[in-house]
């Protein structure tokens, strides 16, 4: 089973600014096969990246997914105002479909 | 539009059932699995399970075995989540999501039901 664990917990940051978000699995996920999602309260998850680069339809290119492997990245190169919120990586190459356990963006 | 709606809020006491429906509209229900994703008061998301609407064949996180069970009507384009054994840590807010067949699921979970919330309480 991997497991995902992501870093850091919180990133405060102002906007404008550019958010680095990390997330590392226990074992290669297969085919990086990686997604990243963002939350906002109240709110049910919205896709943003796939294939550990791929960006889904409709997100700002401002949104960009690196990694391989083991270690991922999710990237907001300027930080907007609706961008801050809560982000999980998911590895969906193997069962069970983990999440990591999350990093809030926070308004600094 | 593509979307999911899910059936509204519930309340259980310890030790009932709640299933959990989700109605597909706008594309080819049988094309997408339908995953159930959940999230407990102020924590993150649990990955459940997933059920391919096509064949009925079902996946879920060992976690759940034996007290979850996914199903679905083609007729009506609806997945059900049906978790049995309820106990008071099993209140969350409860998604379903789907996510593409025909490339093995690579595009990820692109659209997502607006949550059901599932309080259990005695």
């Known amino acids: 089973e991997i497991v995902l664990t992501q870093s850091p917990g919180t990133l405060s940051l102002s906007p404008g600014e550019r958010a680095t978000l990390s997330c590392r699995a226990s074992q290669s996920v297969s085919s990086s096969y990686l997604a990243w999602y963002q939350q906002k309260p109240g709110q049910a998850p919205r896709l943003l990246i796939y294939g550990a680069s791929s960006r889904a339809t409709g997100i700002p290119d401002r949104f960009s997914g690196s990694g391989s492997g083991t270690d991922f990245t999710l990237t907001i190169s300027r930080l907007e105002p609706e961008d801050f919120a809560v982000y999980y990586c998911q590895q969906y190459g193997s069962s069970p479909r983990a999440f990591g356990q999350g990093t809030k963006v926070e308004i600094k | 539009q593509v979307q999911l709606v899910q059936s509204g809020a519930e309340v259980k006491k310890p030790g009932a059932s709640v299933k959990v429906s989700c109605k597909a509209s706008?594309?080819?229900?049988?094309?997408?699995?339908m995953h159930w994703v959940r999230q407990a008061p102020g924590q993150g998301l649990e990955w459940m399970g997933w059920?391919?609407?096509?064949?009925?064949?079902?996946n879920y996180a060992q976690k759940f075995q034996g007290r979850v069970t996914m199903t679905r009507d083609t007729s009506i384009s609806t997945a059900y989540m049906e978790l049995s054994r309820l106990r008071s840590d099993d209140t969350a807010v409860y998604y379903c999501?789907?996510?593409?067949?025909?490339?093995?699921?690579?595009?990820?979970?692109?659209?997502w039901g607006q949550g059901t919330t599932v309080t259990v309480s005695s």
């Open positions: 999501a789907r996510n593409d067949i025909t490339a093995l699921g690579y595009y990820g979970m692109d659209v």
């Open positions: 706008g594309y080819t229900f049988t094309g997408y699995y």
């Open positions: 059920i391919n609407p096509n064949s009925g064949g079902t």
